[in-house]
Every structure is written in C-alpha cells, then in structure tokens.
C-alpha cells in the first residue's frame, strides 16, 4: 500500500472515530507505562524472530471509545542489533537505537472496561501508524587498536551519491513505520489495568542495518567518500574473517527484495487519568 495513501486511512480513520464518540476523557483515559523488549528481522538476521532482545520501554496515552475500540498514542525507546551475521564470511554487524512515535488503533474482541456488564479481560489487535528515528553504527578499530563506534549511514558503505551510483540515494535516519500486533489486556479494578502484547513494525526502508544492495569496492569509497578509508573498511569486513579476502565489485552485500522490520514485546501498566489527577489534588489539597 502507498504510504501517503495509508497515512490518509489511518487519519481518517482516527478522525472518525474521535468526532463519533462522545466521552468523557478523563474517565476513559490512563497513562500507559511499558517494558520489554526490541528486536529486527533484516539481512544480517532473518533466521530468527525472537533473538538479538535488547531492553526497551514506553510511555502512553490510551483513550477508550467504546467497549470494543480504544486508541492510543505512544512514545516507545529501544535498541535493535545484530553482532554476528548469519552469514558467516561478511562478518557485518551493527547497532542502532530506536526512538518511535506512533498513533493505534485498538479493538477488543470481548466487551471491555468498567462496567458490571463487561469483561475485566480480552485479547485484542491493534494497527496504526508511525515515525521513527535510527542511526545504524558499527565498532571500527583504527591503526593504533583503539575500538570506537562509527555512524554507517555517513560512509555511504554502498556507493550511496558516488559517481558509478548515482541512483542509490543516501538513506534517511527518519522513516515511517506501520505497527501492528496482538495482545491481552487485564482490568484490575477502576484504576489500574495490565496488558502484555507483542508487535510488528513493517518499514519501507531495507536499511536499518546499513544492508542492501551490493559491494562496490574499496577504490571508490578511499576516492569520493569522506573517511573514504574507515568507509572501505566498514563496506567489507570479510577479510577480518579470512585474511586477505575481498569481495568483488557487484557481488550481493544484501537483499533488496526485502524491506527491515523490527518488533517490540511488552508487558504494560495502565493508570486511569481521573483517578491519577485525584490524587494530584489531594496532595495538594494536603499541602
């Protein structure tokens, strides 16, 4: 689906769903805290969903709109990585963090909230639409041994802008992101609810990882690219591996068939505004 178009459907859909509701917001809102964890699926890792964890967490507004559909907008923080490639002799790796922005949907499948009539729990979907912003890096060790962490997209490590790649167009640090995922969320009483979810953020960018395309060889990058020598060195890391060895000009460096994900698992704690805000004042109150 074209972005701007889907970026159009979610706001109309969020629009919609706002203007056709008529609530009270404190009483149907909470603050969301969350923790997890964050991985990605990309060129240097597409053998397994679940490894490479790193620590992330977030901080939320959800509002419910009815029993059935809430949404909710979040700011969320992690780090995606990979350290070995599974492929052996191109020995990349990289890191990158991840700080997101993001607008959701949610739907319920059981009647959910409150209320004597509705369930305390219910499994859940939710989609929606985000940005977010990356810098995949790299550990370099210069001549005298000292290890230092490098920013990829700078050395253009695929011929990004150079003369005999015209079309391959730097990457952008900021990208949009479509969450979407499965969860479970528990009421625990009028002021405090759990829920616990796993999501997917499909991108349409095949650069989280600073992977792609081909090798374009150490003599352009030492020529056109600033630190043209760090560059050559981040490009083809394989003869780290097996001394002596370079990838030719053209060979497959990455898969640009296939754009990165990553994905967020997260248990999260929900705190109702209204009673968040009583508290507030009668601390105040007391003062």
Same mark, same amino acid.
């Given at each position: 689906?074209? !972005?701007? +178009?889907?970026?159009?459907?979610?706001?109309? @859909?969020?629009?919609?769903?706002? /203007? /056709?509701?008529?609530?009270?917001?404190?009483?149907?809102?909470?603050?969301?805290?969350?923790?997890? /964890?964050?991985?990605?699926?990309?060129?240097?890792?597409?053998?397994? %969903?679940?490894? !490479?964890?790193?620590? =992330?967490?977030? %901080?939320?507004?959800?509002?419910?709109?009815?029993?059935?559909?809430?949404?909710?907008?979040?700011?969320?923080?992690?780090?995606?990585?990979?350290? !070995?490639?599974?492929?052996?002799?191109?020995?990349?790796?990289?890191?990158?963090? @991840? @700080?997101? +922005?993001?607008?959701? =949907?949610?739907?319920?499948?059981?009647?959910?909230?409150?209320?004597?009539?509705?369930? =305390?729990?219910?499994?859940?979907?939710?989609?929606?639409?985000? %940005?977010?912003?990356?810098?995949?890096? =790299?550990?370099?060790?210069?001549?005298?041994?000292?290890?230092?962490?490098?920013? +990829?997209?700078? $050395?253009?490590? &695929?011929?990004?802008?150079?003369?005999?790649?015209?079309?391959?167009?730097?990457?952008?640090?900021?990208?949009?992101?479509?969450?979407?995922?499965?969860?479970?969320?528990?009421? $625990?009483?009028?002021t405090f609810s759990l829920t616990a979810e796993y999501g997917l953020r499909k991108t349409w960018t095949d650069y989280l990882d600073d992977v792609s395309k081909t090798y374009v060889g150490s003599t352009l990058l030492e020529n056109e690219v600033f630190e043209g020598e760090v560059a050559a060195r981040m490009a083809d890391r394989s003869g780290e591996v097996e001394p002596g060895f370079v990838n030719a000009v053209g060979i497959k460096r990455g898969d640009d068939a296939l754009k990165d994900?990553?994905?967020?698992?997260? %248990?999260?704690?929900?705190?109702?505004? &209204?009673? +968040?805000?009583?508290?507030?004042?009668?601390?105040?109150? !007391?003062?």
């Amino acid at each position: 689906m074209n !972005k701007r +178009l889907y970026i159009l459907l979610l706001t109309t @859909i969020f629009s919609a769903g706002v /203007a /056709a509701q008529s609530i009270d917001f404190l009483r149907n809102s909470e603050l969301v805290l969350a923790g997890g /964890a964050m991985n990605y699926i990309g060129d240097l890792n597409n053998q397994s %969903v679940f490894s !490479k964890l790193h620590a =992330a967490g977030g %901080v939320g507004l959800r509002t419910r709109l009815d029993n059935r559909w809430a949404v909710r907008f979040e700011a969320a923080y992690g780090r995606i990585s990979c350290a !070995k490639d599974y492929i052996a002799r191109r020995n990349l790796s990289f890191r990158s963090d @991840i @700080i997101e +922005l993001a607008a959701l =949907a949610e739907f319920n499948f059981r009647p959910y909230g409150p209320g004597a009539t509705e369930s =305390a729990w219910t499994p859940y979907i939710f989609a929606g639409v985000g %940005v977010f912003h990356y810098n995949p890096t =790299a550990q370099y060790t210069d001549s005298e041994g000292n290890v230092q962490w490098v920013a +990829l997209q700078p $050395l253009h490590t &695929e011929g990004q802008g150079t003369s005999l790649y015209p079309n391959r167009r730097p990457y952008t640090l900021v990208q949009i992101c479509m969450p979407f995922g499965v969860g479970v969320k528990l009421r $625990l009483n009028k002021t405090f609810s759990l829920t616990a979810e796993y999501g997917l953020r499909k991108t349409w960018t095949d650069y989280l990882d600073d992977v792609s395309k081909t090798y374009v060889g150490s003599t352009l990058l030492e020529n056109e690219v600033f630190e043209g020598e760090v560059a050559a060195r981040m490009a083809d890391r394989s003869g780290e591996v097996e001394p002596g060895f370079v990838n030719a000009v053209g060979i497959k460096r990455g898969d640009d068939a296939l754009k990165d994900w990553y994905a967020f698992m997260r %248990v999260s704690v929900g705190v109702n505004l &209204e009673t +968040l805000l009583g508290w507030t004042r009668s601390k105040r109150c !007391k003062l």
